[in-house]
């Protein structure tokens, strides 16, 4: 047994409660006891840590990351949706030729510095697969399939079946293989139709982007804008959008752990429909305002009574995976509410609604769940109340101090190991918080 204290244990509960001095008590992978630190040292032998000047949080959920396009640095143009989706289908050969290996590490290294132990990996053509499956990281592995011309159909769904039988042969208690469905605009109803009947079949949780833009939007709607020119220029055909969005939501009905991303473009009568279905909303704020221009209607997605989630996108969208960044740019982007209550719903939704309505034993510190969370090291002024505890954390915790998967520190081990493939790496400075 083990049990490691903080100053601030945020729970991350409903309540959003927090346990000043508190510890967790865990062994053999699983939490046994929360609760004060000195009393839980009273009543167990256990070895036991304490870290000053520190809050611990579970671990924290990135539920949307592409980490196939960390390579990434420039060559894709921000700004505009459509301008941007050109520029990846004119980059396509370089973002996964040489040098991918690398860069997709360094990106499961922001991760942990972030914080990050549960990622949602939107894979799409495999490149990740066994770097994810290697790393310390656990994984919600979402095979994800696109194609719109009924002849490549077949060819489509077997090479997604192929890359789903190899995510599977990886599958574990921290490898969890799932099916993302690109966008509405990209995936013919044969293939939707092939894709759910397997989520459906095999219990798989499912992804899908829907309404991430003003030219998706218009699509749907009219068929026309910019996509009527995309088809003819790349693809050389005139098209027409298969569904309209409520259609597509439609598809979805009946399926359980089914994540919407982005939905920048949802109606209230959308959002509504998402709720009913129970689908969940995972919003990826820097991602939105450099492709788009805007983020979530956060307001309407509380009235419609939707968990919030959070997540990074990959570097194709954004500078970088730091988990922590988007919480802040989330912080200052909604100006109108209020900051305390935002801060804690931030850090919510990359923890406890992250895992509502699953079967995962994570996103909050209690009893039976697994032993997975984050030590964040604050200024000891941020101390002197713990009313504003969550807006401290996310403005001054810039990285994790260490990250505990199953009881294990993690971060220190892949910041010793990064070493070794990148000389540049000069770790983080995690020393000399223990009391």
Known sequence: MQIIGADFIVVCDEKFSVIKKGGILFEAQRILEVGDFSELCAKYQARSEYFCSCVITPALANLHLHL?????EG????????????????????????GLQDAMQEGILECLKSGVGFVGAISSHGADLEILANSPLRVLYFNEAIGLSIEAID???QNFL???KDSQTKQSE??????????????HPKLLEKLLEVAKKEKLPLSAHFLESRVEREWLESSGGYFKGFYERFFKKTMESFYNAKDFLNSFK???????????EANAEILEQIQAQKGKIISCPKSNRLLNGKYLDLQAVQKARIPLCLGTDGKSSNDSLLLLEELRVALFAYADMPLEPLARELLLSVTRNAFLDS???LGELKAGNFADFAVFKLPESAFKSGEFLAQHLILYAKEAHRLFIDGVEVLQQALK????????????????SQC
Request: with cysteine.
């Open 68 to 72: 196939e396009f960390s390579k990434n």
């Open 155 to 157: 060819f489509l769904y």
């Open 359 to 361: 079967n995962f034993l």
């Open 417 to 432: 190991k990064a070493k070794s493939w990148n000389p540049k790496c000069e770790g983080s400075n995690n020393k000399g």
């Open 75 to 98: 060559e894709l143009k921000f700004g505009d949706f459509g301008e941007w989706l050109d520029s990846v289908l004119l980059n396509r050969e370089f973002l996964m030729g040489d």
């Open 174 to 187: 921290r490898f969890i293989p799932a099916v993302a469905v690109h966008s509405p605009y990209s995936v």
């Open 254 to 264: 009946g399926l359980e752990n089914v994540y919407f991303t982005h939905c920048l």
């Open 162 to 164: 192929a890359r789903l």
